[in-house]
């Protein structure tokens, strides 16, 4: 065999290999995005994910963790992707990013009928707030003089903290606040905080390539309306791409 032959045959041979490589993605149970159920992963995220993923035609599967170790492995494993993962400046250089799955506002939550009412983030300072580990809403809540910060393993835990009494506010994305409160959840809106943009991060050392394959497919998906149209499934609004914030 030449040597043209030998060159060939080895490129022929990284490209099966990398043609085969699994996209492993990792994820909190964070309903409507992300979640399990008895038929497998679902949500909204998830469809986004599971479209992008067959358009691109490459092996993909998706695990339910606590959220800071999803986060972890996306961080330090090659072919690992975490989601819906707020985009902020502090997560900015350590992934590669597919976005925008999900646009929206954050907001703090109290329970319902509750009389705590912050005018102001500086107000809302005063109370315990419950978020998750390792969510970039602790950066947020931290970066604006946030002290009194609860910790949870998932936002179903900090539900319960909510509704118990033990947390005076949930941060959580304003989407997110209807999906519970048509579920029924004894939630309200207290304050309104600025927009944010969610996404796909993957491990730095994903191809740039296969970045790029998997950005114009969700790019797609949003033109031609089928991502506004998963929404309106589990009953949430269409982006507001233009109020968020990177």
Not at 20 to 38: D, M
Not at 43 to 72: K, T
Not at 229 to 244: T, W
Request: a negative charge; aromatic letters at 8%.
């Amino acid at each position: 065999m030449g040597v043209k032959h030998l060159i060939l045959a080895f490129l022929l041979g990284l490209s099966a290999t990398a043609r085969a490589e699994t996209i492993h993605f990792v994820t909190e149970e964070y309903p409507p995005y992300n979640f399990s159920t008895n038929s497998g992963p679902n949500g909204a995220s998830v469809e986004q994910i599971a479209l992008i993923m067959e358009a691109v035609d490459l092996p993909h599967d998706i695990e339910f963790l606590p959220w800071a170790r999803a986060l972890a492995l996306a961080e330090s494993q090659p072919f690992h992707c975490v989601f819906t993962t707020g985009h902020d400046a502090e997560r900015h250089e350590n992934f590669k990013w597919v976005e925008p799955l999900l646009v929206d506002h954050m907001i703090l939550l109290r329970r319902k009928g509750s009389a705590i009412a912050p005018q102001t983030i500086n107000e809302a300072t005063r109370f315990v707030v419950g978020t998750q580990r390792e969510d970039f809403s602790a950066t947020y809540l931290k970066a604006h003089g946030f002290e009194r910060i609860d910790y949870a393993a998932n936002l179903d835990s900090t539900m319960k903290k909510l509704a118990a009494g033990r947390i005076d506010l949930l941060i959580t994305s304003e989407k997110t606040f209807e999906s519970m409160r048509a579920g029924g959840k004894p939630v309200e809106a207290a304050l309104v905080l600025e927009g944010k943009q969610y996404g796909i991060a993957c491990h730095r050392d994903m191809p740039d390539d296969t970045v790029a394959r998997m950005q114009a497919e969700l790019d797609r998906l949003i033109a031609n309306g089928t991502q506004d149209r998963i929404f309106e499934r589990y009953g949430l609004r269409p982006n507001r791409i233009e109020q968020a914030a990177k």
